[in-house]
């Protein structure tokens, strides 16, 4: 293929006829790429991501890289998806005007923003788990396309997210005749437990040319769950307003406060805008997210994109905010998934026409309403064809009623006098109320608190369990822990505390503990939904069958337990191999939840297994034309014989196709389908704990032989980028160091516990592993140590394979001992190795200024280029550090000039360092000033010494010198 750099929404010289149809395409393009590297091998646990991993390496050069590009387009409107980028949509363009109703950016350009590292700005990523840029946002995700039966064409992206266990699919569709196209996600918690809640689409979107936010709302509240006015802040700033955003940070608006189903943005010096749809009990969450205007926020202007400018980010969420910890203490609480449940919902992306500003939208456009001294205008900018009626009501008069014939994208404007509706007043209706207008307060305000009771106690039975409960969802075990067994030394028969205690202890495969917990709780009531469930979760787990089915069944009473519990009880009967009863169960669960796909998957087992081959492929087929992703479907499909080997592998084109297949492979396990679990892992034979798993199963089935093959191929495989975390592996890895005893066995075993909040458990583990040649084992097992077991450990790594990560952790070992010399031994070691590598020359040059090397110090960090991760401070820190140093030190040569020029020189903001300049009231210059008022005293000139001690403002030296540089200065 012939290499050519393009921008990808580039507006083609030669546009096809589209004739009422939409088409979908695919194609490799080449496109400008700064690549993403250097996947961290070292496992860690303790991280909330695990068993994902980082990548840690970013470039400054650009290589042309080849991407996979699916483009959706219809006359009005053309868009297009990546992917292997996490199967965001890049970009979308209004055909008419030639402009980008979604941003999209010129460059693949990866830099340090999310979870696991690498992140692109624009387009529309696609968030679900625990917290915001995740996991699968830079990484390839499963896709199909397909040109549907009405015209329409659809590409379909999906992952299985594995910190939550979940499922999610977005469909992306593009009508033939409309100029709007919809994400209709399906989220489906696949566990068998609740699972934290997270879910918000991020768009990008220009940041130039007097761009307005059209976001209806009272206030907003910032991930803490703060709150705030708008659309003025209280010192009065039109925060709506891009450009009057030119103070402080970066910003986060959750904007709140009316009952609302619709945000925009409005480029008034461009004469175009954009908007976003969804009804409001479909996405609360209402978020403008602005980079400081200040160098401090623009500089990632160059960091992540190359000409296509500043960017702004609105986003779509499914709760009011993106919940940080502290957001607990307030009304706006991290929520759960509860188990099996499905949410599905649809939301509309479309470009807005020159109506001069936005103030209402639905699917079938926006609206501008303007009162002009004796006239009211009505702009309205259509995204359909259609004929309609527009309606004018003063309050509930109808005082007009206009015919229209509309045509998606071009304007119509409507005029009358402003008598015909009081100011306050007035109502534009659309078509059969398609489109709804209202300048009544009554009609869009909404009135529920947004702060929590100054005097609730949160020491209290039931605040100790809100905490504990908020970790959990959060997934901070140890916090959730914390806190629970707190609410239960108060109160040890506080009954949802008791459940939640059950529920974690479950999480982690602590099943007899779970179950004293459950049986507290059903000695207390016998009928609670959520004992009971979890009772049966922990019963079935160990093997207890009829107990199982005695909590489902009574669970089951419960409507927030009903369909899961259903769906359990037919899992139990597919145990006993009663599949008619499964049949039964799992058309019940259906009943109360139509979307359940795990009741599906067990139908659709259930009729195979019982020969009727039909019903089975009519379930299958029911849920593929909607969710052709549905990977637990298509294996039914592939069992049943309609598809080969190649064509369900050929699917799965995520970056953990691996674990998607064992995360089937063990739901066949444990429902007792021991040929199907086998079909799986053949699918992941090259992975070693598949291959655990089958050598296990082998066992079980009395097939020694086998199970030795598959145990020896298990073992040597290679460990790297194994990371397991499920509990239900750890009696294959058990019973294969009873077998044939290796380190891996204990080392993969040891991780789960990890995992599992058991680190004591680990830790043992992993000194009992001996001395494999093997770095990131080293550097992982020194993660739980301290002193010289953890020094040794680090030694071992670098002696068996030398990497910078290790002179990294080496450094910090060194600087925690106050081991100076020897840490600046390993940064000249590791620099000369690579003398750009940022990261552990940031920490080197911190080590030369502790050893009183400041010039040495500067030097390195002035020839250092730092790409660095969003909100990091550490080279301007160090930069800081090593001026201000400097100058104390001049201070006790008496060299008080040279020391005025180091403080000077301490608040240049070098760009190289991966830090832009804030504003200046965002800058504590104390420290400085105190610095060059004893250089003035020092210079006999006590008018400037008093002018600089004045900016200081107090004698609390420590305030402000949190590094300890003023303890240098000679009394």
């Not at 991280?47 to 390496?57: A, E």
């Not at 089915?549 to 006993?576: C, H, I, P």
Request: with cysteine.
């Amino acid at each position: 293929m012939k290499k050519v750099i393009v921008i990808v929404l580039g507006i083609l010289a030669l546009q096809p006829s589209f004739a009422q149809e939409a088409i979908i395409s695919q194609c490799g393009q080449v496109i400008r790429t700064y690549p993403f590297s250097d996947p961290d091998p070292v496992a860690n646990p303790s991280k909330s991501i695990y068993p994902y991993f980082r990548y840690d390496g970013f470039s400054t050069k650009t290589i042309d890289e080849e991407w996979t590009v699916v483009t959706l387009e219809n006359e009005y409107i053309k868009l297009n998806i990546f992917p292997e980028i996490g199967g965001k949509v890049w970009g979308a363009i209004d055909k008419k005007s030639g402009k980008q109703f979604i941003y999209s950016n010129d460059a693949v350009k990866f830099r340090d923003i999310s979870m696991r590292g690498p992140w692109t700005s624009g387009g529309i990523e696609f968030n679900f788990g625990i917290i915001g840029h995740a996991p699968t946002t830079a990484t390839p995700v499963d896709y199909c396309t397909a040109k549907n039966g009405d015209g329409s064409v659809s590409c379909w992206l999906s992952s299985y997210e594995l910190v939550t266990r979940t499922l999610w699919t977005v469909e992306v569709r593009l009508e033939k005749d409309k100029a709007y196209f919809t994400t209709k996600t399906t989220w489906h918690n696949y566990s068998a437990i609740d699972q934290p809640y997270y879910q918000w689409m991020n768009a990008g979107y220009h940041a130039y040319g007097n761009l307005e936010f059209a976001f209806p709302g009272t206030d907003y509240i910032g991930h803490a769950g703060d709150l705030h006015s708008y659309p003025v802040s209280e010192d009065g700033k039109e925060i709506s307003w891009y450009e009057k955003n030119d103070f402080g940070g970066a910003k986060s608006y959750h904007v709140l406060g009316k009952y609302n189903d619709f945000y925009g943005a409005f480029y008034h010096d461009d004469k175009y805008g954009s908007v976003h749809v969804s009804d409001y009990q479909v996405k609360l969450g209402m978020k403008i997210w602005i980079w400081g205007l200040s160098r401090q926020g623009m500089i990632w202007e160059d960091l992540l994109t190359n000409s296509n400018g500043q960017y702004v980010e609105l986003q779509s969420g499914r709760m009011f905010n993106q919940p940080a910890p502290a957001s607990s203490y307030t009304p706006f609480r991290s929520e759960s998934f509860a188990p099996q449940e499905t949410d599905v919902w649809t939301e509309y992306w479309f470009p807005v026409e020159d109506i001069k500003g936005i103030v209402k939208a639905s699917r079938i456009g926006a609206i501008n309403v303007i009162r002009d001294n004796d006239k009211i205008r009505v702009l309205y900018s259509p995204t359909v064809n259609m004929s309609a009626h527009m309606k004018i009501f003063n309050g509930d008069r109808q005082m007009e009623d206009i015919p229209l014939e509309c045509k998606a994208l071009e304007v119509l404007e409507k005029s009358f006098p402003s008598s015909v509706a009081a100011e306050g007043r007035l109502k534009v209706v659309i078509g059969d109320d398609l489109l709804v207008y209202s300048e009544i307060l009554e009609d869009n305000i909404t009135d529920r608190p947004k702060v929590i009771p100054a005097d609730f106690d949160w020491d209290s039975v039931y605040g100790l369990y809100v905490q504990g409960e908020q970790f959990l969802n959060q997934k901070d075990y140890g916090k959730a822990a914390e806190y629970l067994e707190k609410c239960l030394q108060k109160d040890k028969y506080f009954l949802p505390a008791l459940n939640a205690q059950a529920s974690l202890l479950f999480r982690l495969g602590r099943c007899e503990d779970a179950l004293a917990s459950c049986r507290t709780s059903l000695s207390l009531n016998a009928y609670d939904g959520k004992a009971n469930y979890i009772y049966g979760l922990c019963c079935q787990a160990l093997g207890k069958n009829t107990d199982a089915k005695d909590g489902f069944s009574v669970a089951a009473r419960d409507a927030g337990f009903r369909t899961a519990a259903f769906e359990k009880l037919a899992e139990m009967y597919v145990l006993d191999k009663d599949y008619a009863k499964a049949v039964e169960f799992a058309l019940s669960s259906l009943k109360y939840n139509a979307e359940n796909l795990s009741a599906k998957n067990i139908l659709a087992l259930a009729y195979r297994k019982m020969g009727q081959k039909d019903k089975a492929s009519q379930v299958i087929s029911s849920v593929l034309r909607t969710l052709p992703l549905a990977h637990g479907l298509r294996f039914e499909n592939y069992m049943l014989g309609n598809v080969t080997d190649a064509e369900f592998v050929s699917s799965l084109s995520g970056e953990f196709k691996r674990e998607e297949i064992l995360e089937l492979e063990e739901w066949y396990e444990q429902i007792g389908c021991s040929q199907e679990a086998e079909k799986l892992l053949g699918f992941v034979s090259d992975y070693p704990i598949a291959n655990y798993r089958l050598a296990y199963m082998k066992h079980i089935a009395g097939e020694e032989s086998a199970a030795l093959v598959a145990l020896e191929k298990a073992q040597e495989g290679s460990p790297e980028f194994v990371f397991p975390f499920r509990p239900s592996t750890l009696k294959s890895l058990k019973w294969a160091q009873d077998v044939k005893p290796c380190w891996k066995n204990e080392y993969y075993e040891a991780l789960i516990h990890w995992a599992c909040q058991d680190e004591a458990k680990a830790l043992a583990l992993l000194k009992g592993c001996g001395d494999p040649e093997y770095a990131p084992f080293y550097l992982c097992r020194a993660l739980l140590e301290s002193g010289e077991e953890k020094l040794a450990d680090l030694l071992k790594a670098e002696k068996t394979q030398e990497s910078w990560r290790t002179g990294y952790a080496l450094i910090n070992y060194y600087m925690s001992a106050g081991r100076l010399s020897d840490a600046e031994a390993v940064g000249k070691k590791y620099m000369a190795k690579d003398k750009d590598d940022y990261k552990v020359g940031l920490r080197y040059a911190n080590v030369l200024c502790d050893e009183g090397k400041y010039k040495e110090s500067l030097a390195l960090l002035n020839r250092l280029t730092v790409l660095p991760s969003e909100g990091a401070q550490a080279g301007r820190m160090a930069f800081r550090k090593a001026n201000l140093c400097l100058a104390v030190d001049c201070l006790n040569h008496k060299n008080y000039k040279k020391a005025l020029k180091c403080v000077d020189d301490s608040e240049v903001w070098n760009e190289n360092l991966g830090v832009g300049k804030p504003y200046d009231d965002m800058i504590d210059l104390r420290l400085e000033n105190y610095i060059r008022a004893k250089a003035y005293e020092g210079l006999g000139n006590k008018e400037k010494a008093e002018e600089c001690m004045s900016k200081v403002g107090t004698s609390d030296t420590a305030s402000f010198d949190k590094d300890g540089i003023l303890s240098k200065l000679k009394k």
